[in-house]
């Protein structure tokens, strides 16, 4: 795992093609004003760090959910322990290439969608990543808006418009800045209230226990706990619910915890 670096307001990558320069709004970080209407983890294996620390920042400070690895046999062991939305992976990596990892993947079952990056840009090479099972390819060096719009169009979010989400006809989610809004009322929510929120309402009248939820919402290499889960919806409990009335997010022994909408 690594920890994205920045100087000066700049995120740093070998080469200017990588370079992103972003400027704050509203007390964050704000890349050229895109954002995505859902909160998604995305898995990123890439073994050179400017390149991954780039990538990485941009899509965390879109409020996408990051966990990066180096090399392939790592990247290979995390998509098939862990859950992500997406799966961004290079194709020369240490160990396992991202074009096995791919075809392993697809082979045990794996839906996700995955981008390949690589340098090379010959139609046979491009032919054998979408044969292994990658939904997208796109070639080094690339823009980071091109990556931003690749990524847009693999989780099927729309581009050229910013709204709000809404659940059922009580609720919505606003992106922007955390705020959930339930009959009228806006709640500012911590990120991590935010992304449970968000996730329950992705799977409306699904239940997830609490593993489960720790292991979609959660970053895998964190200390957190079943307890922390249920302290955490706790305090969404207290600050979204209305007093008298049952409460948004059910739970169910054995079963865990949903919200029903509509």
Known sequence: MINCRKTDGRFIAGAAAYQVTYSGHGGRIDPYGFHWHNMAKVLLVEDDPAVADTVCEFL???HHQVEVVHNGDEGFDMLKHYSFDLAILDWQLPGLAGVEICRGYRTRGGKIPILMLTGQSTIDHK???LDAGADDYLTKPFNIRELAARVRALLRRPSDVVQ???AG???SLDYRNFTLVRNGQKTKLLPKEFALIEFLLRHPGQFFTPEKLLNHV????????VGALRTCVKRLRTRIDTKGEPSLIQS????GYKIDIG
């Not at 169910?252 to 079963?255: A, L, M, S």
């Open 60 to 62: 965390r400070n879109e």
């Open 127 to 129: 032919e054998q990543g």
């Open 164 to 166: 709000p989400l809404v």
């Open 169 to 171: 006809s009580e609720i």
């Open 218 to 225: 959660w970053e895998s290499d964190s200390e957190a706990t």
């Open 252 to 255: 169910h022994r054995g079963y």
